[in-house]
């Protein structure tokens, strides 16, 4: 299974109850088609970076699932002529990895002076 970040940008000529209904709508979607833990949206007007179809703001909607790899497919296609939809996005986000534990610190190397240890003359030759 994979986590997934669903990401729309709705028309904002639609109405908000619209804009609640199409979320809600694609949430059913998604779990018809074998998405689990279907997260609730959220839903927020924001001005676009660059205009699309003539309009510089919109509505974003995100929703969070786990799910099949085959779902970001499927959903496409069920979804590419909803109206108002202008955009959608599948993120794909990492599994997280368990944090390591901290290693004990390594104790001290005993600091042994080294010429000594050279330069001892009393030292057999083998």
């Given at each position: ?12 000529d ?9 979320a809600?709508d694609t949430?059913?979607?998604l779990?018809?088609?074998g998405?689990?833990?279907?997260s609730?949206e959220?839903?927020e ?16 909607v995100?929703?969070?699932f786990s799910?099949p790899?085959?779902i970001?497919?499927?959903f ?17 986000k ?33």
């Amino acid at each position: 299974m994979n986590s997934y970040e669903l990401a729309m940008i709705v028309s904002p000529d639609l109405a908000e109850k619209d804009v609640q209904k199409l979320a809600q709508d694609t949430k059913e979607l998604l779990a018809a088609s074998g998405a689990t833990a279907v997260s609730d949206e959220q839903i927020e007007r924001r001005a676009l970076a660059y205009p699309i179809k003539k309009h510089n703001e919109a509505n974003y909607v995100y929703i969070n699932f786990s799910g099949p790899p085959s779902i970001p497919e499927k959903f496409r296609y069920e979804m590419r002529h909803r109206e108002g939809l202008m955009r959608m996005a599948f993120v794909c986000k990492p599994v997280p990895k368990p944090p390591v534990e901290a290693a004990a610190p390594a104790a001290p190397e005993p600091n042994y002076p080294t010429e000594a240890i050279a330069a001892n003359p009393e030292a057999p030759n083998a």
